[in-house]
Structure formats: C-alpha cells, structure tokens
C-alpha cells in the first residue's frame, strides 16, 4: 500500500464484519460488535450499497471473511483459557480483539503491528470511541515489505512469554520474502508453545487462466489502493511449509471445514469462497 495512505482492503474487511453484526443474533456467523464504528460512515453507506453485487461477482468472499473472524476469535478464546500471556496483531487494520474482549485487559499485553499510515487512522478511531487508548495495547508502526518485527522488542514484546499471533487478511498481499521474515520472527522469538493463527489463499488462484472476480478487481484497483494479491501457498503444502520454518502441531482449515463448523440452520446455503483456507500452528520445541 501507499506510504501515507489507509488501508482501503482494511475498512473493506471491516465492512463485512459490521454488515454480519446487523443479522439477528442467532443468524450471526461473527460477532464484531465495534466494526461499524471504526468505518468511515461514507465508505460505510457506499460499501452497503455494493456488498449484493459483489457478492455476486465472487460467491462467497462475504462467507470466507466472517468465517474467517469466527475462527480466529474461536482460537484467541482457546488460547486464553491456555495461558497466553501476549497477544500480537500483525497487520491489525480494523482489527477490534484488542478492544472486545474484556479478558484481555489486565492480563494480557496486546500488540497491534500495522503499516504507519493505516495504524495513524486507526489510533484516532479508537481515540474517538473510547476516549483514550487503552493501557494494555502498545501500537507498534512496521512496513512488512520493508521491515522485520525487531520493533515489536523494542516496544516490550518478551520473547520469553507465551504468545498468540493472530496475522488476518495480511499474507496475499505481501511479498514472499516478507512473510518468511515474519514467520521467522515468530518461531525464533517465541517460546514453544506461542502459536500463530492466519489465513493464505491458493497460489493456483493467482496463477489461473481465469482468475475469480475479486482476484481481478482487486489488478484492476491496484493503481488507486496500492494493494494487490501476490502471495499463494500451494493447496495441501501447508503443513510443509510451516514445518520447514519451525512450527508443528500444524492444522489447515479449508472452506469446506469452515462451512461445516459454522453455516447451520439458516446459514446452510450460504458459500464459502474455495480458494481461500486458514492455518494454525504452534512454535515447534528445541
């Protein structure tokens, strides 16, 4: 993304998030309370008025986010009744787990890492809601593409405590080297046991003849965001890609895993774009 710009893919994302939390209660996939407050309420309307269409576009991309939030807040509540004492959000963007869950304030020193720009924005939101920003989340500036997390240390990260990563909706749009940089982070600066929670999309989709509708808006507005889909892992490699860098205990969840666990009842027909998975693994032991 631009240097001075905020992240466009980030108020998106959020987007879909508050769009899920208008739907009755037992009809919700996810439950993010605060994401419509931190949009800007033009791109919000705006948004709204586009979501059928493009959810027609690209079935299924509306179905791949809010499961995709689920999982992983699933996941943050399965490592805090395990004993996280860190919690790191890499590319945190409108990200609101810092602020939503209440177990974490007073237990559990929260990190959100982000590109300048779009973390500057997001620090006047969370100003404007709350008032102040809150004592347990430290704002760490890093330009993945540019830079590694040896911030996160300065700024407070004991690499001595045990740790969650959660890297959201952040690895299509990095570049190789980036993300290998932050996995390297992770399995050399956190003890066995922290684990890391994030979602990659199929290196075949950026490949293919025929790209998906949201592959080829996403070329086409690449000139206006500055932010374009380059980063794929191959389909079932996951658990050799993680391995080679450090991690075991390694889980791959795909869009078919992810519609069984959480579209019932009404939501049985909704889709979950198949391009799309997510991973979880765990700092491997010396």
């Not at 710009?5 to 439950?31: H, V």
């Not at 290196?203 to 690449?222: C, F, N, P, V, W």
Request: aromatic content about 12%; some cysteine; overall charge positive.
């Amino acid at each position: 993304m631009r240097k001075s710009q905020f992240s466009i893919t980030a108020q998106g994302i959020a987007l879909m998030r508050a769009m899920e939390f208008e739907k009755p209660e037992g009809a919700r996939i996810c439950n993010d309370s605060l994401a419509g407050k931190f949009i800007d309420p033009f791109f919000y309307w705006f948004g709204k008025c586009f979501a059928g269409l493009a959810e027609r576009r690209s079935p299924g991309v509306i179905g791949f986010m809010t499961a995709r939030c689920r999982y992983m807040d699933d996941f943050l509540n399965e490592s805090l009744a395990g004993g996280i004492a860190q919690l790191v959000i890499l590319g945190a963007g409108l990200d609101s787990r810092a602020y939503r869950f209440g177990e974490l304030k007073g237990r559990v020193r929260v990190f959100e890492v982000d590109h300048p720009a779009t973390q500057s924005a997001k620090i006047g939101r969370v100003i404007k809601i709350f008032g102040n920003a809150p004592d347990h989340v430290t704002y760490v500036p890093i330009d993945f593409n540019a830079e590694d997390l040896q911030k996160l240390i300065s700024a407070g990260y004991n690499p001595a405590k045990k740790t969650l990563f959660i890297w959201e909706g952040v690895t299509p749009y990095l570049t190789a080297e980036a993300v290998d940089r932050t996995l390297a982070f992770v399995a050399h600066n956190s003890v066995p046991g922290s684990s890391v929670v994030f979602d990659y999309i199929y290196a075949a989709a950026l490949s293919a003849k025929e790209k998906r509708g949201e592959i080829k808006r996403m070329e086409r507005a690449r000139r206006v965001t500055g932010e374009g889909l380059t980063f794929g892992i191959d389909q079932g490699k996951i658990g050799e890609f993680l391995r080679a860098r450090g991690f075991d205990r390694i889980v791959d969840i795909t869009s078919e895993d992810l519609h069984a666990k959480y579209f019932t009842g009404a939501n049985r027909a909704r889709a979950i774009a198949p391009i799309y998975a997510i991973a979880q693994a765990t700092v491997a032991g010396n």
